[in-house]
């Protein structure tokens, strides 16, 4: 209510139309007193003039004239410009936890926006009860969407994570009062009702400054435990699945709450991680779907009938990775692939699963996404980048800028009308990599001059029109008075059948002896040999270009953008020298059998009851073959892919499955350890 109608209606068909139909919008009756000096006039009946006036906001969205008084108080009748993409607009009804104002969201049929400061997964379950009940009896179509936010920061350990986001979430919390109260509620003396009202009025003026501080940092503790997505994937997960089982349909992650926007973008592809497990891993158990509230990819594909599939070479393997994914996949028209490099083994594995066109993509952003397609046909040799699609050109140009002939190798640009403008607020880097196009005068349809894209990979044509994608250009080096290319070692270690990804870089651990090391992820169950592998390089290449040491790894250390990380790759020696860890052997059937799985899938000699699936280098993809074989040897099909990051080491595991019919349920002991958590901070509380 504190903006007119009119303005929210034209400024937000604006956006509208600039995003091609992908606006939403959440509305709230005010957060701040003070924020209502835009329209002080609508204070008292704040609550009842945002309802109106959604009311309104739709009308004008439509088309419809609605009368607003004029300055001599007559009324004009009233419709706004530009129209819209969408004939209907999304709103959110933005709640703190009340639970009438998500009955009222459901009635007049809007979307529900709400968040989990002071209040718990099962009250926002309650409450989502309510709202679908509301929104059915008013007979609106469908059930409504509830959609909550959360402060997020994905990390690599839950301990950096926390002294990460301490501070500017702890900042965060005192510059509100409400949020401070929501959290006091927790405190015996301002314990909640169920409408969310308290026993107590809280006064936090009258708090000292110590003991404000010591409210924020419990509130802190409070909200980090159970209300955010703070820590781990694994450890996120578990909250993601009691949101989706509570009736929660998506999560919007609030990343920019005072965390360093460098640090914030170094860690986002550990975000990317969670959302990859989400979607693949089950929120419930099977017996507790409720049809509609199943957000994995297997269930949303079969429920909209999905026909085209775009997705990483990476997503790809996760895909041939999950028995459900995997038969969700078979109907397609199309998958397309694209992103990174896609190896042939992958490739033909898809191929496998489904009927479609499988299509590899390649395209850097800089040409707007993809410039060439390829569709791979059964039994191919390679997996090539194909062929420019419809108004692009791509040219191989050796070191002088002449088109290299077919065969030879020479650095990738990219013509054409994808090529963008260039990058904002960079003209030195914009000069470097866009060139005047010496091949082409103009763009299609445009005087202005063409341009092509200098991609920095390395590419030839091959013999039949198709283009290779060999690797990078910052990737060829001269040792011993060679030139190199490390991507045309890396494109035929690539092709080896026990071969999964390869990377291939010069190292020089000691002055003066600079080598060659092939580091290598096996194929599934597979032990490439070093003389297989040599024996395999030597039939295409010269000796000088085969190297001396072959490293299987589990995974490639990676950079915060998900790319290879060269620079982390092990010194091979160090590897070979590493001592073996204290080795407890299993002590039962059960155990020896993950045992032996985890050194089938890890390929490790031995593993240890003691011992941590990831300690030993196990992460997210390797943790679904495990939960794969663990299934199918130990018939355990209530096993979840999240009990393996639950219970990481082989004995927690074994007691697990072996206790998971007597015992008391996971659930029931992490209640326990909350219960258990909370009273010792009302303790420190009220000894403050």
């Given at each position: 209510p504190l903006h007119h109608p009119a303005r929210v209606a034209e400024e937000w068909s604006l956006v509208d139309n600039l995003s091609n139909g992908r606006v939403g919008i959440s509305v709230a009756s005010g957060w701040q007193p003070n924020d209502f000096v835009l329209r002080p006039e609508n204070f008292a009946t704040a609550k009842k003039d945002l309802y109106d006036q959604i009311e309104t906001v739709r009308s004008l969205w439509r088309g419809e004239a609605v009368?607003?008084?004029?300055?001599?108080?007559?009324?004009?009748?009233?419709?706004?410009?530009?129209?819209?993409?969408?004939?209907?607009?999304?709103?959110?009804?933005?709640?703190?936890?009340?639970?009438?104002?998500?009955?009222?969201?459901?009635?007049?049929?809007?979307?529900?926006?709400?968040?989990?400061?002071?209040?718990?997964?099962?009250?926002?379950?309650?409450?989502?009860?309510?709202?679908?009940?509301?929104?059915?009896?008013?007979?609106?179509?469908?059930?409504?969407?509830?959609?909550?936010?959360?402060?997020?920061?994905?990390?690599?350990?839950?301990?950096?994570?926390?002294?990460?986001?301490?501070?500017?979430?702890?900042?965060?919390?005192?510059?509100?009062?409400?949020?401070?109260?929501?959290?006091?509620g927790a405190w015996t003396a301002y314990k909640k009702r169920s409408d969310g009202t308290t026993d107590a009025q809280v006064d936090l003026s009258a708090l000292s400054d110590e003991d404000m501080e010591d409210l924020v940092a419990y509130s802190f503790e409070r909200y980090f435990d159970s209300s955010a997505l703070f820590g781990t994937p694994e450890h996120c997960l578990a909250l993601i699945q009691q949101l989706q089982a509570a009736g929660v349909d998506d999560i919007a992650c609030l990343i920019d709450f005072g965390v360093a926007s460098e640090t914030v973008l170094a860690h986002l592809p550990r975000l990317k991680e969670l959302k990859e497990m989400a979607q693949l891993a089950p929120s419930v158990a099977p017996d507790e779907v409720v049809a509609g509230e199943d957000y994995r990819l297997p269930a949303q594909m079969?429920?909209?009938?999905?026909?085209?599939?775009?997705?990483?070479?990476?997503?790809?393997?996760?895909?041939?990775?999950?028995?459900?994914?995997?038969?969700?996949?078979?109907?397609?028209?199309?998958?397309?692939?694209?992103?990174?490099?896609?190896?042939?083994?992958?490739?033909?594995?898809?191929?496998?699963?489904?009927?479609?066109?499988?299509?590899?993509?390649?395209?850097?952003?800089?040409?707007?996404?993809?410039?060439?397609?390829?569709?791979?046909?059964?039994?191919?040799?390679?997996?090539?980048?194909?062929?420019?699609?419809?108004?692009?050109?791509?040219?191989?140009?050796?070191?002088?800028?002449?088109?290299?002939?077919?065969?030879?190798?020479?650095?990738?640009?990219?013509?054409?009308?994808?090529?963008?403008?260039?990058?904002?607020?960079?003209?030195?880097?914009?000069?470097?990599?866009?060139?005047?196009?010496?091949?082409?005068?103009?763009?299609?349809?445009?005087?202005?001059?063409?341009?092509?894209?200098?991609?920095?990979?390395?590419?030839?044509?091959?013999?039949?029109?198709?283009?290779?994608?060999?690797?990078?250009?910052?990737?060829?080096?001269?040792?011993?008075?060679?030139?190199?290319?490390?991507?045309?070692?890396?494109?035929?270690?690539?092709?080896?059948?026990?071969?999964?990804?390869?990377?291939?870089?010069?190292?020089?651990?000691?002055?003066?002896?600079?080598?060659?090391v092939a580091y290598l992820i096996p194929q599934e169950g597979r032990e490439p040999g070093s003389q297989a592998l040599r024996d395999h390089l030597r039939e295409k290449l010269p000796d000088f270009m085969v190297p001396s040491h072959f490293v299987c790894l589990d995974e490639f250390p990676q950079t915060p953008n998900r790319k290879v990380d060269r620079k982390a790759l092990p010194d091979p020696a160090e590897l070979a020298a590493r001592a073996p860890a204290v080795h407890r052997k299993p002590e039962n059937e059960v155990e020896e059998t993950i045992a032996r799985i985890w050194q089938e899938v890890l390929r490790i000699p031995q593993v240890g009851r003691e011992d941590n699936f990831f300690d030993l280098g196990g992460h997210s993809l390797l943790a679904l073959k495990t939960h794969r074989q663990i299934v199918a040897e130990l018939d355990a099909s209530d096993l979840k892919i999240t009990d393996l990051f639950r219970f990481p080491t082989v004995r927690a595991l074994a007691g697990h499955l072996s206790d998971a019919d007597a015992g008391p349920s996971l659930q029931q002991s992490q209640d326990r350890a909350d219960a258990r958590r909370d009273a010792m901070a009302r303790r420190r509380a009220s000894r403050g």
């Open positions: 009368p607003f008084a004029g300055p001599d108080g007559k009324p004009v009748e009233t419709r706004t410009l530009p129209r819209p993409i969408q004939p209907e607009l999304p709103i959110w009804v933005t709640s703190a936890g009340s639970p009438e104002t998500f009955a009222s969201a459901g009635r007049i049929g809007a979307n529900v926006l709400t968040h989990l400061l002071g209040q718990t997964v099962e009250e926002v379950a309650e409450r989502i009860a309510a709202y679908r009940a509301a929104w059915t009896e008013a007979g609106h179509p469908g059930r409504g969407q509830v959609s909550i936010m959360l402060h997020t920061f994905i990390g690599d350990d839950e301990a950096s994570v926390r002294e990460t986001v301490r501070r500017p979430m702890m900042n965060y919390l005192a510059s509100s009062v409400g949020l401070i109260k929501g959290f006091a079969s429920r909209h009938g999905v026909t085209h599939l775009q997705c990483t070479p990476s997503m790809a393997r996760m895909i041939t990775l999950d028995p459900e994914a995997r038969g969700a996949v078979k109907d397609l028209e199309a998958f397309m692939i694209g992103g990174e490099a896609l190896p042939l083994s992958l490739a033909e594995e898809v191929a496998s699963l489904t009927s479609a066109r499988l299509l590899n993509m390649y395209g850097p952003t800089e040409t707007t996404i993809w410039s060439s397609t390829e569709t791979i046909a059964p039994g191919a040799d390679a997996v090539t980048i194909g062929r420019p699609i419809a108004n692009n050109q791509l040219y191989v140009l050796d070191a002088d800028g002449n088109p290299a002939p077919a065969g030879v190798a020479g650095e990738l640009y990219i013509g054409g009308d994808g090529v963008v403008r260039g990058y904002l607020g960079r003209p030195e880097l914009t000069a470097e990599r866009f060139l005047p196009d010496p091949f082409r005068d103009a763009c299609h349809g445009s005087d202005a001059p063409a341009r092509i894209y200098r991609t920095g990979d390395l590419a030839r044509w091959r013999e039949d029109g198709r283009m290779e994608f060999i690797g990078r250009v910052d990737h060829q080096v001269k040792m011993r008075g060679y030139r190199i290319e490390l991507g045309e070692i890396e494109a035929l270690l690539n092709a080896h059948a026990e071969v999964r990804e390869a990377v291939v870089i010069p190292r020089e651990d000691e002055e003066g002896d600079q080598r060659l």
